[in-house]
């Protein structure tokens, strides 16, 4: 949770159990217990509560989740209940995370049920010494008729656009897409602790829940820069390692969206501190 108070207590009680608690108000908190498991392999149990507003460009959400987890890296399973008003709804999720690969499905199992599918590659290639190529391929599909909260929005990962932001929009409302396609490319020259970047972002929001169709959708609108649901942009970035122990990095990057989708600018510059 961003702009809050967060308290870390380790070995609650005495019982290996650590917990924290993040605080945004009165109304917006999250809780979260956890306790190592070692058996043949050790393995977490862990527990969270949450209440916090979903904001999405369609409108606000009250949400009130709990959520049970059983943790074996690189598998995590967990049985879960999310309370948006008058719409309760039971889920339950598999996601496997590991160097380079993230996949992750939720399946939906109140009436009117529904399956979200994600899955994210991270590959890298070394080209020369000092220079690399970086990219990240990530793609998403929902089966069924999902909430609205539950709907893909994009932006996160296209430098240069809100999150969220990037939506096919009816009757000019971004109501989120049912699959979506995004590609990044990253051409990182090392230099000491220097590392200098240019970069290639692509997101598509599309709604058909069919890949496929998505793909032949992006290949006709791909020149279309009035649509909401394309975003791209090209930029440059450097990045600094703070901690060498923990990874933490300081990033600074321009970015030049490429389409007029509305919520940007002609450039953006961003600094984030990865600590």
Do not use: W
């Not at 393995?43 to 509560?49: G, R, S, V």
């Not at 719409?87 to 939720?106: H, M, Q, T, W």
């Not at 006709?220 to 901690?243: C, M, Q, R, T």
Request: net charge positive.
């Amino acid at each position: 949770m961003k702009n809050s108070l967060n308290i870390h207590l380790p070995n609650l009680f005495g019982r290996a159990i650590n917990s924290k608690v993040s605080l945004s108000s009165l109304t917006d908190y999250k809780i979260e217990l956890s306790k190592p498991v070692l058996t043949k392999r050790l393995f977490f149990l862990n527990f969270f509560n949450e209440n916090h507003i979903v904001r999405l460009p369609c409108g606000n959400f009250s949400m009130n989740k709990s959520e049970v987890e059983l943790k074996v890296s690189p598998v995590s399973m967990a049985v879960g209940l999310e309370k948006a008003p008058d719409n309760p709804r039971k889920y339950a999720r598999v996601n496997y995370e590991s160097k380079g690969v993230n996949l992750g499905i939720k399946q939906d199992i109140s009436p009117n049920p529904f399956t979200k599918f994600e899955l994210a590659v991270k590959p890298t290639l070394d080209l020369f010494k000092g220079l690399k190529l970086e990219t990240r391929f990530g793609l998403g599909s929902i089966f069924g008729n999902p909430p609205q909260y539950d709907k893909f929005y994009l932006g996160k990962n296209v430098k240069g656009y809100k999150d969220k932001f990037i939506s096919p929009t009816d009757y000019n409302v971004k109501n989120g897409g049912l699959s979506y396609l995004e590609v990044t490319t990253k051409l990182l020259f090392s230099m000491n602790k220097l590392n200098l970047y240019a970069f290639n972002s692509f997101g598509y929001n599309s709604r058909q829940r069919n890949l496929t169709k998505t793909l032949n959708e992006i290949q006709k609108e791909i020149y279309n820069k009035d649509n909401s649901a394309f975003g791209h942009s090209i930029g440059l970035g450097v990045s600094v390692p703070v901690n060498k122990e923990t990874g933490s990095l300081l990033d600074a990057t321009l970015s030049f969206p490429l389409t007029n989708n509305s919520n940007i600018e002609k450039y953006q510059f961003d600094l984030n501190f990865d600590f």
